[in-house]
């Protein structure tokens, strides 16, 4: 249950906003209608180029405080796959790419294992096959919203060394560098930076960027800690950050 202090808050807040992504208007309006009565503010794009231009808009929205700079315009999207311009597992995709945790629902016809798979893979938080009800449906926007809402911000700076990480910019700089590095690698750089001078087991590290199915397949982290070194160290094969610890794991400065 909130405490006073939290209710306080949450009430002092703006509604929160969800953007929906569907191309077919009678899903659109129910959906956007039915969250409307839950006094959430709606806005809604036809296609994933809308979408996204909706997306980019917001976090530039006139009369932010300089502190709403760091914080996402909509506090959830509910995506559709099947889109005309583009396929909604891209859009998931390249949302992510950009380094937000926005959370995401997909909502879809293709209703699959695989379907549900590929779309948590690429980092939706949830799937819901169509066709849903709209309680059901707003019972998971409130759970996604809760889960987001008890979140804490991380740090939006995490400085080891001469590296630096910037988890809002999504972007890393290397001794005065800025280098280029793959979601993978960013989110292993990032679990790397948040636990500095502590081994970690392989199976942790792998829970953790690739989920609980992964734990075994060793070699991709490997090959990701081998880029991460060309990336990180002064000489990659005589690594002075990213130490192997044979048996136990890897340890990160
Ligand atoms: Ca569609």
Redesign the pocket.
Known sequence: MLTSEANKARASRRPERILII???ES?REAIAHSLQRESYEVLTAVNGTAGLDLMQKGSMQQGLTQADHSTIAFDLLIL?????DMS?FDLCRQIRHQGSNLPILII??KSSEGDRVTGLDLGADDYLPKPFGMRELIARCRVLLRRWDALPLPPPLLTVRDIVLNLHMASVIVRGKEIALSPKEFQLLEIFMLHPRQVLTREQLMKQVWGREAIGDYKTLDVHVRWLREKLEINPSQPEYLITLRGFGYRFC
């Open positions: 569907e191309d077919e899903i559709d796959l099947m889109l005309p909604g879809s016809a």
